[in-house]
């Protein structure tokens, strides 16, 4: 179920809004009567919409808009204008402040769902693809720790093979394979030391139909 915040000073309007949007089934509807009380209730339980009005006292919806688009954790939430400011100005500012779309009062209540409608279909398709790009960089990683990893914890377990017999083993082996353990552990260190560096992804083939990260070119230069 989406969850949609309206927020309108006015409580007329909010319930115009509000009975459009229930034309149609499988939306959970919540109303804030200004800009601080609606931040607050983003901050709590982000929506998946919001249908914000311009001009309300304290914060108007500007700045409520502005606040959500640069927090992290919200920026991505479509912002729909709902106003009865129609100048081109205003318009254009919204947008360039990170909203969506906007609407202008007296509003036409398809045309309002409609509008809703497709922001809504847009973002889950943009959550979708960001569950999908995380999936594919998971299984990238994990190829890219399997070939590097894989040969020097191979060493390893060899050197600890070798080492159940050290009765039997001169003290030059012995020493040998000790070296050659921590030359191997270390090399096992320096991976995981790059991955924790991974500024980017920057994929390279690895096998047939396959990828892996290519670390190097992963980690920004910048950084020490």
Not at 13 to 36: C, H, T
């Amino acid at each position: 179920m989406s969850k949609i915040l309206i927020v309108d000073d006015d409580p007329n309007i909010a319930l115009l809004v509000q009975m459009a949007l229930s034309k149609r089934k499988g939306y959970k509807i919540e109303i804030s009567s200004n800009g601080m009380d609606a931040l607050e209730k983003i901050k709590r339980e982000p929506p998946d919409l919001v249908l914000l009005d311009i001009m309300m006292p304290g914060i108007n919806g500007f700045d409520v808009c502005k606040k959500i688009k640069s927090d992290e954790k919200t920026k991505f939430i479509p912002v729909i204008m709902v106003t009865a400011k129609s100048e081109m100005a205003d318009k254009i500012y919204g947008m360039d402040i990170g909203a969506n779309d906007y609407i202008t009062k007296p509003f036409n209540p398809d045309e309002l769902l409609a509008r809703v409608q497709a922001h809504l279909r847009i973002k889950a398709l943009e959550s979708e693809l960001a569950d999908r790009r995380e999936v594919d960089v998971a299984l990238k990683m994990a190829v890219t720790l399997q070939h590097e990893i894989n040969n020097p914890l191979t060493g390893i377990i060899g050197s600890m093979e070798l080492m159940q017999d050290w009765e039997t083993l001169e003290k030059e082996e012995i020493d040998e394979i000790l070296k050659n353990t921590l030359a191997l552990s270390i090399r096992i260190k320096e991976i995981m030391v790059k991955v924790n560096r991974i500024s980017k992804v920057v994929a390279t083939d690895y096998l047939t139909d396959s990828e892996m990260v290519d670390l190097e070119q992963s980690i920004d230069s910048l950084d020490p």
